[in-house]
Every structure is written in structure tokens, then in C-alpha cells.
């Protein structure tokens, strides 16, 4: 048996306040495996960005668990996320979302930076993981010099450069063809199955679904293992 | 200090063009700071540099020097009170002189003083001014540039009375005119004792001067820097400088509160971004403030050495005074009205949210 990674126990998430109360998340129960490459898929407006948000850190739930590793995290203050997120988890945004005046090796020691690592091993671990991607000759290059696919996996050797318990992936082939789409997918499953650890890809793009472990379907706030229609 | 140098590297031209800016308010701000303070020395030197506290006048001259009279009764009074240590009475006059006959008129303010007493002026040039000698007088610097020398002879036109110029002074002007020091007693002579003194310089603390002006009726006693100001013009040209001053201050403020505040807003996306990947309020509002500072610094620097290097190719009849202190205090009140200004991209940046990163393509 596995250790769970990830685990959502029963999470809630309302916005808003008095009658204007919106139930985003009506309760979602998950565990993500050591190893394992999950799939969310969904229309959108289904609750998959809240979703992320809350299993990433980024907003706290209104009810339920939960927990990264073996840490409850559903009653940490916002300072203590921060941490939690920079430690435990990586996140992959769509379309990237580089940092525009950083060379692609200052993109990963930025991470280190944050964390108070020391230079030399970080840029270590940075080339080893560039060199990983096949992305250590466009080191030097800023993202606007990258094409997509370059800077989607130079995301990802971002999203790694802490060790993180588990990556988050936001629609991370949304401006890339189907081709470069799948190459920078397969390398998120490779490093997944490779380091142990495991991941979390929200998309719309059905073409990649072969690539996860497994696939949840998330319709109006809850999720399913099966779509309705 | 990760972000803000790649930053700035990488954006060069945007923040060398505001960098510019900046250097080139902060170079009016010095230019005109020294111009207040060339203008002030160059009105009312003689006042500034005068070694007193306090200045003993008449109270109906309206706080003014040249206005006060003081009779011999109030003098007697003062005397009394006072040592020689602690008082020197002074008289002054506006007036023209002609050099050794030409037709030619200059202003000057005559200065009576007690060639011994504490405010006699010391000259850098020729003789002082000694107890015996009658009709001699020491000049400021600035008559040797209108073609005056040692051993000029000087008719002052409203007595007529003939004075010898045996040395120069330095830094003694009053309401823009250099002046003639003359003794009390060529003073005495020159209006046939009708003449009494203008006022009293006190050397001595506020208690002193409080006791002097109880105990002698008819006087006021002022700070030397409230005489300063009731020097004709004094107050107004100071007041219109400052002014501009305070404005220069205020525009600089705006200036790279606008410019920090709008890239600020062009980084929104961005800094949710750094904060989904965990940075933390504080890191990033350093990064902001790091940039600030170092850009005020720089530009700082730069201008602080563009005005010295323009102070030196000044004409030296333009009155302009720069030195350490004020550069200082302007440089240290520049950088505060700098970090005033990026508070409110601060405010911008701890405001952003983290979730600004999720289900968003930039």
C-alpha cells in the first residue's frame, strides 16, 4: 500500500455571503497515490479552478480536510500556505506564466531563492533538471525567446525544483498543438512515476487522458468516476 | 534582491528613462537649494555670520535693523545690565559711495561697530579696523570685483565724510549691498554725535534677553534669525525658492509613485503567480523597495555630482552656495519622499491574491 499524497476528505467550498451564498465545492473526497498521475476532467464552470485552488493552498475550504503527506492543512493561516506551498507543492500553470525577465535557469533557482537554499547546490539540482527536459541549452534564453512547448516544460522543471510532495497542473496544454501537448504531458507522467511522487492535471483535452492513472470527472462541484452523459 | 536586479537589467530602457527623470528633478531640487542659500548669503551675509544670539531694537522698528533707533537712555540702560562680553551696540546705514571722485555711485550699507567688541569683522585682506583711527573702513570682497582697492578713497554721499579703504572683508552684505565697516567713533564723527546707534548685538541666552528687554524700556529683543528676516526681501525671496522647492519635492513623489504604481499594476498576473509558488508579501514588497531605493540613489548620486560639476563652471558673481549639509539634507529628504511615494504600490502588491495564478492564461 501506497502512502496517500494528497487526501480531500468532504471538502466544501462556498463564495460569497448572506443570500448571495454560492456552493462551489459540494463536498469531494479524493486521495491521490504516491506514484499516481490523476486527470480532472470537466466543463468549465464546474468548479475545477476552486478545486485546484483549494487542494493547492491557495484558498482555505469552508469544511472538510485536507491533507499534503501527512499534514492537515484545511486550518492553516495564510503565512503557513505560503510555506506549504513553496515547500510541498508545484504548481503548472496554463500557458506557463513565466517570469518574463528571468533567464530559463533563474525561473528554477528563483524557487531556491524563496526557500533560503544555498546557490551551489541549487544550481545543481537546476541544470539536472533543465538537462532532464532537454531544455539545458536554452538555459540562458528569457521565455519570450522559448516556443511553447519550451516554455510548458520549462514550468514544469520549475514546479520540481522544491521537491514537492505533489504537482498541480492547470490546463497545461491549452496553448500548445496536440503533438507538443502530449510530449510535455508524458514528461510530467515520466517524472511523476520516476520521483514518487504525484500529480494532479486539470484539462479539457481528452487526447491526453491515456497518459494519467486515472481520470475523475467533475461536474457541478461534486466529482464522479464516471461522466453522466 | 533576486527579482529587482533581473528585473531592471532586463527592463533597462524603462528604468533609465525614469531614472533620468529622476535625476534631472533632483538636480533642480540641489540647484535651487543652493541658489536659496547663494541668494541668502548674498542678502544678508553679514547678518548670518554676525557672532551674536540676539540683537537688541527699538519696538516701533517693526523687528527691522535699519529702521530702529535706539536712544542714548535705552543704550545707557543696556550698558548697565550687560558686559562687554555680552553686548556690542551697532549702527547701520544704507547709502551710495564714490570712488575718489568719480562720478560713478555704488551702493553699500555702512556698518558702525566697536572695533574691539564681538562682531567687528576680521579681513582676509589688508588691515582690520583699529580703535584710534578715524575714517577708515574695511570692505566686503565684492567692491574689489567693482574696481575697488586699498587705499581707495570713498566719499559717502549723505554726510559728505571721506573714508580710506584699508581691507577686505569676507561674506558681509546686507539687503544685497556689500558693506562698509566703519568705528563707532568715525560713525560718531560722521554725524557730529547727532547720530546714535541703530541697535545692540547680544551675545548671551533667551533668559538674558528676556531680563534686557523687562528691564529696558522702549526695546525689543530678537533672534538673530528674526532679524534676518525683516531684511528687505529677505523673507520673500527665501519664501518664493522654497516654494519651488517644495513643489520639486512633491513632483518627485508623484513621479515614481505613478511610475512604480502602473508597472506594479502590469505585474498583477505575475506577482499572483510568485505568490501561488509561495513567495511571501514581504519578499516581494522588498523587491519593490529595493528598486525604488536603488533608483533614488543612483539618481542621486548623479545629480549630486552634475550640480557640483555645474557649481564650478558658475560665473562667480551668481550667488549660489552648495555644501555638505544641505546636500545631505536634501539627499535624505529625497529618499524619504521616494519611499513615501512607492507605499502605495506596496499597498498594490500585498493586496494581490494568490488564485490570480489558477485557471488564468496571461
Given at each position: 500500500?501506497?502512502?496517500?499524497?494528497?487526501?480531500?476528505?468532504?471538502?466544501?467550498?462556498?463564495?460569497?455571503?448572506?443570500?448571495?451564498?454560492?456552493?462551489?465545492?459540494?463536498?469531494?473526497?479524493?486521495?491521490?497515490?504516491?506514484?499516481?498521475?490523476?486527470?480532472?476532467?470537466?466543463?468549465?464552470?464546474?468548479?475545477?479552478?476552486?478545486?485546484?485552488?483549494?487542494?493547492?493552498?491557495?484558498?482555505?475550504?469552508?469544511?472538510?480536510?485536507?491533507?499534503?503527506?501527512?499534514?492537515?492543512?484545511?486550518?492553516?493561516?495564510?503565512?503557513?500556505?505560503?510555506?506549504?506551498?513553496?515547500?510541498?507543492?508545484?504548481?503548472?500553470?496554463?500557458?506557463?506564466?513565466?517570469?518574463?525577465?528571468?533567464?530559463?535557469?533563474?525561473?528554477?533557482?528563483?524557487?531556491?531563492?524563496?526557500?533560503?537554499?544555498?546557490?551551489?547546490?541549487?544550481?545543481?539540482?537546476?541544470?539536472?533538471?533543465?538537462?532532464?527536459?532537454?531544455?539545458?541549452?536554452?538555459?540562458?534564453?528569457?521565455?519570450?525567446?522559448?516556443?511553447?512547448?519550451?516554455?510548458?516544460?520549462?514550468?514544469?522543471?520549475?514546479?520540481?525544483?522544491?521537491?514537492?510532495?505533489?504537482?498541480?497542473?492547470?490546463?497545461?496544454?491549452?496553448?500548445?498543438?496536440?503533438?507538443?501537448?502530449?510530449?510535455?504531458?508524458?514528461?510530467?507522467?515520466?517524472?511523476?512515476?520516476?520521483?514518487?511522487?504525484?500529480?494532479?492535471?486539470?484539462?479539457?483535452?481528452?487526447?491526453?487522458?491515456?497518459?494519467?492513472?486515472?481520470?475523475?470527472?467533475?461536474?457541478?462541484?461534486?466529482?464522479?468516476?464516471?461522466?453522466?452523459? | 534582491?533576486?527579482?529587482a536586479?533581473?528585473?531592471?537589467?532586463?527592463?533597462?530602457?524603462?528604468?533609465?528613462?525614469i531614472?533620468?527623470?529622476m535625476?534631472?528633478?533632483?538636480?533642480?531640487?540641489?540647484?535651487?537649494?543652493?541658489?536659496?542659500?547663494?541668494?541668502?548669503?548674498?542678502?544678508?551675509?553679514?547678518?548670518?555670520?554676525?557672532?551674536?544670539?540676539?540683537?537688541?531694537?527699538?519696538?516701533?522698528?517693526?523687528?527691522?535693523?535699519?529702521?530702529?533707533?535706539?536712544?542714548?537712555?535705552?543704550?545707557?540702560?543696556?550698558?548697565?545690565?550687560?558686559?562687554?562680553?555680552?553686548?556690542?551696540?551697532?549702527?547701520?546705514?544704507?547709502?551710495?559711495?564714490?570712488?575718489?571722485?568719480?562720478?560713478?555711485?555704488?551702493?553699500?550699507?555702512?556698518?558702525?561697530?566697536?572695533?574691539?567688541?564681538?562682531?567687528?569683522?576680521?579681513?582676509?585682506?589688508?588691515?582690520?579696523?583699529?580703535?584710534?583711527?578715524?575714517?577708515?573702513?574695511?570692505?566686503?570682497?565684492?567692491?574689489?570685483?567693482?574696481?575697488?582697492?586699498?587705499?581707495?578713497?570713498?566719499?559717502?554721499?549723505?554726510?559728505?565724510?571721506?573714508?580710506?579703504?584699508?581691507?577686505?572683508?569676507?561674506?558681509?552684505?546686507?539687503?544685497?549691498?556689500?558693506?562698509?565697516?566703519?568705528?563707532?567713533?568715525?560713525?560718531?564723527?560722521?554725524?557730529?554725535?547727532?547720530?546714535?546707534?541703530?541697535?545692540?548685538?547680544?551675545?548671551?541666552?533667551?533668559?538674558?534677553?528676556?531680563?534686557?528687554?523687562?528691564?529696558?524700556?522702549?526695546?525689543?529683543?530678537?533672534?538673530?534669525?528674526?532679524?534676518?528676516?525683516?531684511?528687505?526681501?529677505?523673507?520673500?525671496?527665501?519664501?518664493?525658492?522654497?516654494?519651488?522647492?517644495?513643489?520639486?519635492?512633491?513632483?518627485a513623489a508623484f513621479v515614481l509613485s505613478v511610475f512604480f504604481y502602473v508597472i506594479t499594476l502590469?505585474?498583477?498576473?505575475?506577482?499572483?503567480?510568485?505568490?501561488?509558488?509561495?513567495?511571501?508579501?514581504?519578499?516581494l514588497s522588498r523587491t519593490v523597495m529595493y528598486q525604488v531605493l536603488s533608483l533614488t540613489v543612483?539618481?542621486?548620486?548623479?545629480?549630486?555630482?552634475?550640480?557640483?560639476?555645474?557649481?564650478?563652471?558658475?560665473?562667480?558673481?551668481?550667488?549660489?552656495?552648495?555644501?555638505?549639509?544641505?546636500?545631505?539634507?536634501?539627499?535624505?529628504?529625497f529618499l524619504t519622499v521616494s519611499v513615501i511615494g512607492s507605499l502605495i504600490s506596496l499597498y498594490q502588491v500585498i493586496?494581490?491574491?494568490?488564485?490570480?495564478?489558477?485557471?488564468?492564461?496571461?
Open positions: 500500500m501506497k502512502e496517500n499524497k494528497l487526501t480531500l476528505q468532504d471538502v466544501k467550498k462556498t463564495f460569497g455571503d448572506g443570500d448571495q451564498q454560492v456552493e462551489v465545492l459540494k463536498g469531494i473526497t479524493l486521495e491521490v497515490k504516491a506514484g499516481e498521475f490523476v486527470a480532472v476532467v470537466g466543463p468549465s464552470g464546474s468548479g475545477k479552478s476552486t478545486f485546484l485552488s483549494v487542494s493547492g493552498a491557495l484558498l482555505s475550504p469552508t469544511s472538510g480536510r485536507i491533507m499534503i503527506g501527512n499534514q492537515d492543512i484545511s486550518t492553516l493561516h495564510a503565512k503557513e500556505l505560503n510555506q506549504i506551498r513553496l515547500k510541498n507543492i508545484g504548481f503548472v500553470f496554463q500557458s506557463a506564466n513565466l517570469i518574463p525577465y528571468l533567464t530559463v535557469r533563474d525561473q528554477l533557482l528563483l524557487l531556491s531563492e524563496l526557500e533560503h537554499q544555498t546557490h551551489k547546490e541549487a544550481e545543481k539540482k537546476a541544470d539536472g533538471l533543465l538537462e532532464r527536459l532537454g531544455l539545458l541549452h536554452r538555459k540562458n534564453h528569457y521565455p519570450e525567446q522559448l516556443s511553447g512547448g519550451e516554455r510548458q516544460r520549462t514550468a514544469i522543471a520549475r514546479a520540481w525544483m522544491n521537491d514537492p510532495e505533489i504537482i498541480l497542473a492547470d490546463e497545461p496544454t491549452a496553448s500548445l498543438d496536440s503533438e507538443r501537448g502530449r510530449t510535455v504531458v508524458q514528461m510530467l507522467a515520466d517524472e511523476v512515476k520516476l520521483r514518487e511522487k504525484a500529480a494532479i492535471m486539470v484539462t479539457h483535452d481528452q487526447r491526453m487522458l491515456d497518459l494519467c492513472n486515472r481520470v475523475v470527472y467533475m461536474e457541478d462541484g461534486q466529482l464522479i468516476s464516471k461522466p453522466s452523459v | 534582491m533576486f527579482l536586479l533581473r528585473e531592471m537589467k532586463h527592463a533597462k530602457m524603462r528604468y533609465v528613462l531614472g533620468l527623470i535625476v534631472l528633478i533632483s538636480f533642480l531640487v540641489l540647484f535651487v537649494s543652493g541658489l536659496a542659500k547663494g541668494l541668502a548669503s548674498d542678502n544678508a551675509s553679514s547678518i548670518q555670520t554676525m557672532n551674536a544670539d540676539y540683537v537688541v531694537l527699538d519696538k516701533q522698528s517693526d523687528q527691522r535693523i535699519n529702521r530702529s533707533q535706539l536712544t542714548d537712555e535705552q543704550l545707557k540702560e543696556i550698558l548697565h545690565s550687560t558686559n562687554q562680553k555680552q553686548r556690542t551696540e551697532f549702527g547701520l546705514q544704507m547709502t551710495t559711495v564714490q570712488k575718489n571722485g568719480e562720478a560713478k555711485k555704488t551702493d553699500s550699507t555702512l556698518f558702525a561697530v566697536d572695533p574691539k567688541g564681538f562682531i567687528a569683522p576680521q579681513s582676509i585682506d589688508g588691515q582690520s579696523l583699529k580703535e584710534g583711527n578715524k575714517n577708515e573702513a574695511v570692505g566686503d570682497l565684492s567692491l574689489k570685483d567693482e574696481g575697488f582697492q586699498i587705499g581707495d578713497r570713498l566719499k559717502e554721499e549723505t554726510t559728505g565724510t571721506v573714508l580710506t579703504l584699508i581691507g577686505f572683508t569676507e561674506n558681509q552684505s546686507f539687503s544685497h549691498s556689500p558693506v562698509l565697516h566703519v568705528s563707532l567713533k568715525t560713525w560718531e564723527a560722521m554725524h557730529d554725535g547727532k547720530q546714535s546707534v541703530n541697535a545692540a548685538a547680544l551675545k548671551a541666552d533667551s533668559g538674558k534677553a528676556k531680563e534686557i528687554e523687562k528691564l529696558v524700556p522702549g526695546v525689543e529683543v530678537i533672534s538673530k534669525n528674526d532679524a534676518l528676516k525683516s531684511i528687505p526681501g529677505y523673507k520673500e525671496e527665501q519664501g518664493s525658492l522654497l516654494m519651488m522647492i517644495v513643489f520639486l519635492f512633491v513632483i502590469q505585474k498583477v498576473n505575475q506577482f499572483g503567480v510568485l505568490k501561488a509558488m509561495g513567495a511571501q508579501s514581504g519578499y543612483v539618481s542621486l548620486a548623479i545629480s549630486i555630482l552634475l550640480t557640483f560639476t555645474v557649481s564650478q563652471l558658475l560665473p562667480a558673481s551668481m550667488p549660489f552656495l552648495l555644501n555638505v549639509p544641505l546636500v545631505a539634507g536634501c539627499s535624505v529628504l493586496k494581490i491574491d494568490a488564485t490570480e495564478a489558477i485557471g488564468r492564461a496571461s
